[in-house]
């Protein structure tokens, strides 16, 4: 569950990738030119015409595959390394299907082809614990679509020009490099019911006195009354008052605080509990939660931050407007990708007014992980509240359990962090439209 590199890679230094020119053959056309050698050792030993003939037919057809490989791809090299596939919506929901469209080239692409040669524009797309996407699509046409099933942000440094002929014998394949930064956001879907999740500090103590600021005009005025504070009374009016009446000066009207809440996803999974694609599945579960609780906060009122493991903090609630902070939320949310329990990644650091939640996934061994790290440099007043997810409806549930009240018994009298376990389903999830 290595990070992809997001430096642009040398076209020579990608494994698979055949030479600028000439066709490399496929593991079918290794196979039919074995047979061909065979057929023609056959027959020429045994002297059977019927076996050299069926060498001679399977030859003539590897030939031709391969010169017309050679041919269209010399021809359309040119033209095919001026292109560029540009996703049309960056960001969807899992599930949904993206589009693709070329953007370099002629308005019109014709491309020269001899018969069996193929030509495809070749869109290669990983995320950082390696969920890979692979659409081949005819450049011809100018667009495409295909689907992206899962949560992620996908990465493509480069794609491909491919050509290659009917059967599969040989490809030839043009490097084309891209941007190094996120090329297409999958964000999760929602899950029906939030989590019922705590909320604490960062504002969310409601006032019952009216509070005021304080200001030098006079919006409003009242008869004093024991136990009002001296310091508003309005000399000025006490003056022209009858009988010398106090009064006291009413400023604007402070609103109540607004609670700002920061839920932070640590996308570390332990090995020994987690396969590498139990891994990305229990990071999906974190995110999908994540969301239902930060649109429920956000439905309230509440100033909603998002952060994970190797990431920054990105505030969900830049507008005003729910669509804003539901597209907000949702590409946040992309982002998150499972990585080893040990790696350097830390959770980002919290500013001290916002309340936080973390989400993590139960553990075997604790250690220098980034979740310890965080909790041992967070100071005990600012407080946290730890959360261990699980997939109640999976066959190791009952082992995730075990070890999520494990942590739970750990964290809540080593680390002094308000620590619960959730059995979590992924089974029902609300899919809101992202705009």
Known sequence: MRGLKESKPEPKSQPGFPGPYIPRPGTLGVFVFLVTILAFFAGRLRNELALTLLGAVFLTILAWCFLAVLITGAAGRKKGLSLSAGIVTKLVTAGENAEVRITGGAEKLRFFRLPGALIRYELTLATRDQRIINHLFDPQNKESSFLVSKRGAYYGAFDRFTIFDAPGFFRLSFPIPQDSDPRLLAAPQAVEEPLPLPVRSGGTEQ??????????????????????????????????????????????????????????????????????????????????????????????????????????????????????????????????????????????????????????????????????????NRESAQGADLFFLYDAETPRAAEWETAAEACVRFYNRKMRTRAWKFAASSAGRSNPAIP
């Open 207 to 376: 006032r019952v006195e009216p509070h005021y600021r304080k200001t030098d005009d006079l919006t409003d005025h009242r008869p004093y009354v024991p136990g009002d504070d001296p310091r508003r009374i309005n000399w000025k009016l006490y003056g022209h008052a009858p009988e010398g009446e106090l009064f006291v000066r009413e400023g604007e009207s402070e609103p109540p605080p607004q609670a700002r809440i920061l839920i932070l996803i640590d996308t570390q999974a332990d090995s020994s509990l987690f396969t590498a694609r139990e891994a990305r599945q229990a990071v999906d579960l974190l995110c999908e939660n994540a969301l239902a609780a930060a649109l429920e906060f956000s439905s309230q009122g509440m100033d909603i931050f998002i952060g994970y493991s190797g990431g920054k903090i990105h505030n969900g609630s830049l507008g005003s407007q729910p669509g804003i902070v539901l597209a907000e939320l949702a590409a946040a949310l992309a982002r998150p990708a499972a990585l080893p329990l040990l790696s350097p990644e830390n959770l980002p650091e919290a500013p001290r007014d916002l309340g936080v939640l973390i989400l993590a996934l139960p553990r075997v061994s604790t250690g220098p992980g980034g979740l310890d790290r965080f909790l041992r």
